[in-house]
């Protein structure tokens, strides 16, 4: 069964440092490509973040681009988001996908999130 | 960046009742690269449609997808109690990926 289980949520101050990682199993993870997605309270979905399966290339939102950055471990099958510079509107629930191919291709599996809340 | 704007923000109608559901793209999106979820509160999305209009493994055929270019439709043909939620279309055939506002389906 596909699984992805996201950790390291919690609470972060403005300017600070927050790292969420996704554990992925049940599938070959280096060939999928994989996103974070988060939803703010009372908003819609944003995506944040891709990886192509391969590692090489990474894609960013305008909103996070330069203080986020993505990153995979193949060899753990982990997915990663370290997140600098916070700011008061990165507070989110923190969503982990996976991609149906390794490139370009939609969501088909989700993790259940985690809540980064960024407040002084 | 490709901005898609959903319509209605919100849709009131009865378990029985026929739904649709609009996806408008401010430029064409690559190869019909459009899929629909669904969400729920506490719950992880749900893919439903991708390619525009190919069902997700499983999905009750009430859903269905169409639409090509800058215009697409989710339809629900007869609700069922458990469809009420919201529902978002994204496209992936571009970077950065985007999503649309969202839809909220309720109950009337």
Redesign the interface.
């Given at each position: 069964e596909v699984q992805l289980l996201e950790s390291g949520g919690g609470l972060g101050q403005p300017g600070g440092s927050l790292r969420l990682s996704c554990a992925a199993s049940g599938f070959t993870f280096n060939n999928f490509a994989m996103?974070w997605?988060r939803q703010a309270p009372g908003k819609?979905?944003?995506?944040v973040s891709?990886i192509f399966g391969s590692g090489g290339r990474t894609?960013?939102?305008?909103s996070v681009k330069g203080r986020f950055t993505i990153s995979r471990d193949n060899s753990k099958n982990t997915l990663n988001l370290q997140m600098k510079s916070l700011r008061v509107e990165d507070t989110a629930v923190y969503?982990c996908a996976k991609?149906?191919f390794g490139e370009?291709?939609?969501?088909?599996t989700?993790?259940?999130?985690t809540l980064v809340t960024v407040s002084s | 960046e490709i901005v898609l704007a959903q319509s209605p923000d919100t849709l009131s109608l009865s378990p029985g009742e026929r739904a649709t559901l609009s996806c408008r793209a401010s430029q064409s999106v690559t190869s019909r690269h459009l899929a629909w979820y669904q969400h729920k509160p506490g719950q992880s999305p749900r893919l439903l449609i991708y390619g525009a209009s190919t069902r997700a493994t499983g999905l009750p055929d009430r859903f269905s997808g169409s639409g090509s270019g800058t215009d697409f439709t989710l339809t629900i043909s007869r609700l069922e109690p458990e469809d009420f939620a919201v529902y978002y279309c994204q496209q992936y055939g571009a970077s950065p990926y985007t999503f649309g506002q969202g839809t909220n389906l309720e109950i009337k």
């Amino acid at each position: 069964e596909v699984q992805l289980l996201e950790s390291g949520g919690g609470l972060g101050q403005p300017g600070g440092s927050l790292r969420l990682s996704c554990a992925a199993s049940g599938f070959t993870f280096n060939n999928f490509a994989m996103s974070w997605v988060r939803q703010a309270p009372g908003k819609g979905l944003e995506w944040v973040s891709g990886i192509f399966g391969s590692g090489g290339r990474t894609y960013y939102a305008d909103s996070v681009k330069g203080r986020f950055t993505i990153s995979r471990d193949n060899s753990k099958n982990t997915l990663n988001l370290q997140m600098k510079s916070l700011r008061v509107e990165d507070t989110a629930v923190y969503y982990c996908a996976k991609e149906r191919f390794g490139e370009f291709s939609w969501f088909d599996t989700w993790g259940l999130g985690t809540l980064v809340t960024v407040s002084s | 960046e490709i901005v898609l704007a959903q319509s209605p923000d919100t849709l009131s109608l009865s378990p029985g009742e026929r739904a649709t559901l609009s996806c408008r793209a401010s430029q064409s999106v690559t190869s019909r690269h459009l899929a629909w979820y669904q969400h729920k509160p506490g719950q992880s999305p749900r893919l439903l449609i991708y390619g525009a209009s190919t069902r997700a493994t499983g999905l009750p055929d009430r859903f269905s997808g169409s639409g090509s270019g800058t215009d697409f439709t989710l339809t629900i043909s007869r609700l069922e109690p458990e469809d009420f939620a919201v529902y978002y279309c994204q496209q992936y055939g571009a970077s950065p990926y985007t999503f649309g506002q969202g839809t909220n389906l309720e109950i009337k």
